[in-house]
Structures are given as C-alpha cells and as structure tokens.
C-alpha cells in the first residue's frame, strides 16, 4: 500500500465533473469511480473532507445574470451543492465508508448544521465529512469554501480536483502553444489573474498558507496519486525565499 504525504486533506470536486460527459445532472458511473478513490484513502488513514460544486444543476453567477437578483440565484445555487452532497454520501455508505453531510444553511431534516469541532471529531473518528451550501452566504464561491473549511478543519492540502489537468499560462483550448506549470506561488496567479481559483479563493489559501494541488478528475485514481505525493497537476504554494 502506498505511503500517503497529507493526512488530512479538503478535497474540492467540482459539480460539473460529477456530470461526466452528461454535462447536466448526475452521472453514478462518475461518482461511483470517484467514491471508490475516496473509500481507499479512508483505507490508507487519511482523512477526507469533500467540498461539492453546484454547477452541474445550477450556477448563480452565470445562470442567475440579468435574470435574477444575485443573493436569490446564489442561494439556488447552494441547494444545488446539497444535492450534490447527498448523492455522493449515499454512494460512499452503500461502499461502507461512514459519512457525515454538514451543511452552512441548516436544513436539519435532512444534514447536519455546521459545526467545526464536530467536523473534526468526525474526521478524527474516519467519516468523510461532506460540506454543503459554499459558505452559507452569496457573492462567494465554492473554491473560497472549499479554502475556508480547509482552514478551519487544519487541512494538509487542498485538493482542487476540476476538468482540467492543471494550471496553465493561458488557455489550452485556444492556445495549442500554452504552457502547464507544475508548480506555481499565489502571487504569480494574482498577477497573472490565471484560472486556478477565483481570486478570494486564493487569497485566502495564501493568507493561511495552505497549498492547493489542482488536478483533472478525469482519472479519480488521480487523487491517491496527488495524496501520495506523485507529481500530477500543478501546486499552488507559498513562494520560496531566496
């Protein structure tokens, strides 16, 4: 069995990745493939906190514009991440992985409400806790929740795990020619405004010094990789000292 480097890690999946080439709705063959991955880093005693985009049903910011007002359409869009939430905790119980669903909004019918010393005792006792509704409030992303629950459980890493494979100088789709980093400091992705995060996100990951490994989800066994330190995708860290 491989020897895991972070013992505690915030894994961010985002919502359109558990679509799967549907590009809507949830796709279980995508989700089953990434539970299974999950199931064997609970195996190997590391613990899994999940943070779920919403995107696969609904994105405040893009499909709210002009059509709604912003706090409304972003709170639609953390219903969204609870749906998310509950089908990835059903399928990693009927695998046998003990899993607890907190939300920021209570909705005590159905999850739990927030409670960051419960997180922890959870995560401590090997459930995987899954975060719902971004951070409880609009105008933030679920990158920016993915960063402050990673914060506040004292995570390792933060394992941002997107349709892309990594961090790039420009975009890869329209520029053949663009260069991938492997490893990149936050402040040269606040100059260069490059898409890991939005730049609350990553602030916010700089200001407490907590490092985010973004890799393709395409492959889940990507994230056994990334936690056992093999090079996969691009890390975002503090920059070294001359």
């Given at each position: 069995?491989?020897?895991?480097?972070?013992?505690?890690?915030?894994?961010?999946?985002?919502g359109?990745?558990?679509?799967?080439?549907?590009?809507f709705?949830?796709?279980?063959?995508?989700?089953?493939?990434?539970?299974?991955v999950v199931?064997?880093?609970?195996?190997?005693g590391?613990?899994?906190?999940?943070?779920?985009?919403?995107?696969?049903f609904?994105?405040?910011?893009?499909?709210?514009?002009?059509?709604?007002?912003?706090?409304r359409?972003?709170?639609?869009?953390?219903l969204?991440t609870?749906?998310?939430?509950?089908?990835?905790?059903?399928?990693?119980?009927?695998?046998?992985?003990?899993?607890?669903?907190?939300?920021?909004i209570?909705?005590?019918?159905?999850?739990?409400?927030y409670?960051?010393?419960?997180?922890?005792?959870?995560?401590?006792?090997?459930?995987?806790v899954?975060?719902?509704?971004?951070?409880g409030?609009?105008?933030?992303?679920?990158?920016?929740a993915?960063?402050?629950?990673a914060?506040?459980?004292?995570?390792?890493?933060?394992?941002?795990?997107?349709?892309?494979?990594?961090?790039?100088d420009?975009?890869p789709?329209?520029?053949?020619?663009?260069?991938?980093?492997?490893?990149?400091?936050?402040?040269?992705?606040?100059a260069?405004?490059?898409t890991?995060?939005?730049?609350?996100?990553?602030?916010?990951?700089?200001d407490?010094?907590?490092?985010?490994?973004?890799?393709?989800?395409?492959?889940?066994q990507?994230?056994?990789r990334a936690?056992?330190?093999?090079?996969?995708?691009?890390?975002?860290?503090?920059?070294?000292?001359?």
């Open positions: 069995m491989q020897t895991p480097r972070y013992q505690r890690v915030l894994l961010k999946i985002s359109e990745a558990l679509a799967g080439e549907k590009h709705g949830l796709d279980f063959d995508v989700i089953g493939s990434v539970c299974d199931k064997q880093c609970v195996d190997m590391v613990q899994v906190g999940i943070v779920v985009g919403g995107g696969n609904w994105r405040g910011v893009k499909n709210g514009t002009g059509k709604m007002e912003r706090t359409a972003d709170h639609m869009g953390m969204a609870v749906m998310n939430c509950l089908a990835v905790a059903d399928v990693l119980e009927q695998k046998g992985v003990p899993v607890r669903v907190q939300t920021a209570e909705m005590q019918a159905i999850a739990e409400p409670i960051r010393l419960r997180a922890v005792h959870q995560l401590e006792k090997g459930s995987v899954i975060f719902g509704c971004g951070t409030n609009p105008y933030f992303s679920t990158d920016t993915a960063v402050l629950r914060a506040e459980i004292n995570a390792d890493v933060i394992l941002l795990a997107k349709n892309v494979d990594g961090v790039y420009s975009d789709l329209k520029n053949p020619e663009a260069k991938k980093y492997d490893e990149i400091s936050y402040e040269e992705v606040l260069q405004r490059l890991v995060m939005d730049s609350t996100a990553t602030s916010l990951s700089m407490n010094h907590i490092p985010v490994l973004l890799f393709a989800l395409e492959d889940p990507n994230i056994i936690i056992c330190g093999e090079n996969v995708g691009t890390i975002v860290k503090e920059e070294e000292k001359a």
